[in-house]
């Protein structure tokens, strides 16, 4: 069987360009649909980082609070600091007289009395006392003595260039003596041995 159209081939051109045109309406509509889908997802994904903006930026504002608050302590620590750090200057040359002279009473033989006693930071220290010197013993001793304490001072981290400037044969409380003074220098090593 052998077909024949006998439509005009006009008509035949024109239901090509109408089935054209729907095919093209088709895929017009299925892109707009595709369009329509990725704007719904971008405008959602948009909404859903705008909120987690929102959220964070709520969380800046309540932190920025809390750190305001707390701003008061970093200044007084850091006015602290300051603080300190003035002692610390006005107090690095003080010498400590406390531990020196703890020092000084646990160095020095039993021997020996301490008269008197000077010390300055600018003149140093000045010591006058008296030791043993017993008439029955070598007429050393007494000399023993004070070198002892002569040696036991220079090892005191606190004092420099000690000096025994008298040492003479006198009588203390009845008793053969040797009267002596001695000078040394400060070394400002106080505040030093602490540390250590």
């Known amino acids: 069987m052998m077909r024949i159209n006998l439509l005009p081939p006009e008509i035949l051109e ?7 045109f729907g095919l093209v309406g088709l895929v017009a509509f299925v892109v707009l649909l595709a369009l329509a889908g990725v704007y719904f997802f971008a405008a959602f994904d948009v909404q859903t980082k705008e909120d987690e903006l929102a959220l964070v930026q709520q969380q800046v504002r309540t932190t920025q609070a809390q750190a305001d608050q707390l701003a008061i302590f ?6 602290l600091q300051t603080r300190r750090e003035t002692a610390d200057l006005a107090l690095s040359n003080r010498e400590d007289w406390n531990k020196l002279f703890e020092n000084m009473s646990l160095v020095l033989p039993a021997d020996v009395w301490v008269q008197t006693m000077a010390a300055d930071e600018v003149e140093g220290l000045q010591i006058a006392g008296y030791a043993i010197d017993s008439a029955s013993d ?5 000399h023993k003595t004070i070198a002892k304490m002569l040696v036991r001072l220079a090892d005191l981290d606190q004092l420099q260039d000690v000096w025994l400037t008298n040492s003479t044969k006198a009588d203390f409380e009845d008793q053969d003596a040797i009267q002596f003074s001695v000078t040394a220098g400060l070394t400002g090593g106080a505040d030093e041995s602490e540390a250590q």
């Open 14 to 20: 024109r239901r090509k360009a109408e089935k054209r």
């Open 138 to 142: 070598s007429p050393d001793l007494g």
């Open 74 to 79: 970093e200044e007084r620590s850091s006015e």
